[in-house]
T-cell receptor
Framework: DTEVTQTPKHLVMGMTNKKSLKCEQH?????MYWYKQKAKKPPELMFV???????INESVPSRFSPECPNSSLLNLHLHALQPEDSALYLC?????????????FGPGTRLTVT | DAKTTQPTSMDCAEGRAANLPCNHS???????VYWYRQIHSQGPQYIIH???NNETNEMASLIITEDRKSSTLILPHATLRDTAVYYC??????????FGTGTRLQVFP
């Protein structure tokens, strides 16, 4: 299994809602990532988890709250988002100890904040 | 900030080789060159990476100049399914991938 799955595929939420994005992989990878991608722009790194611990936070606003319950799962909790947070949210995973191996990306969740 | 510079767009005829250049003049000795591509509405896909030597796999070849200040990704026989945005990334020993603006490759019949 070389797949990273993300749910839901699409999400529409109001600015007062609380929702969560989910990411799952069963490749035994111990590093997992969240990226944000605006239309016609490259992906931007948000968070990195290594061995279930948050290792990198790229100064992301606190309305985005990541969680790594176990080595296969990664969540992104969303609260009080703004319309400008509408984007494609990508999850990825990799072997942190294998520095030369690339990251595997999921298909993304397309988020619209109304 | 991204440490790479790529042309905004390129065209290639189907069946011909696509050669995508990348400049990374400030690359350090322990930094790798990675290539990813992103087909419309999908997540990025890893293609290939290298440090100093040229590399080849089932998808592509990577040619890195001797001074390591530039590289070229070669798709030997481009198909319509290779139409995508191709990202050249310089990666250090952290877990961070910093994507640049990439090259939009259009393969035409």
């Amino acid at each position: 299994d070389t797949e990273v799955t993300q749910t839901p595929k699409h999400l529409v939420m109001g600015m007062t809602n609380k929702k969560s994005l989910k990411c799952e992989q069963h490749m035994g990878h111990r590093a997992m990532y969240w990226y944000k991608q605006k239309a016609k722009k490259p992906p931007e790194l948000m968070f990195v988890y290594s061995y279930e611990k948050l290792s990198i936070n790229e100064s992301v606003p606190s309305r985005f709250s990541p969680e790594c319950p176990n080595s296969s799962l990664l969540n992104l909790h969303l609260h009080a988002l703004q319309p400008e947070d509408s984007a494609l949210y990508l999850c990825a995973s990799s072997h942190p100890e294998r520095g030369g191996v690339g990251q595997y990306f999921g298909p993304g969740t397309r988020l619209t904040v109304t | 900030d991204a440490k790479t510079t790529q042309p905004t767009s390129m065209d290639c005829a189907e069946g011909r080789a696509a050669n995508l250049p990348c400049n990374h003049s400030t690359i350090s000795g322990n930094e790798y060159v990675y290539w990813y591509r992103q087909i419309h509405s999908q997540g990025p896909q890893y293609i290939i990476h290298g440090l100093k030597n040229n590399e080849t796999n089932e998808m592509a070849s990577l040619i890195i100049t001797e001074d390591r200040k530039s590289s070229t990704l070669i798709l030997p026989h481009a198909t319509l399914r290779d139409t995508a945005v191709y990202y050249c990334i310089v990666r250090d020993n952290t877990d961070k991938l910093i994507f640049g603006t990439g090259t939009r490759l259009q393969v035409f019949p």
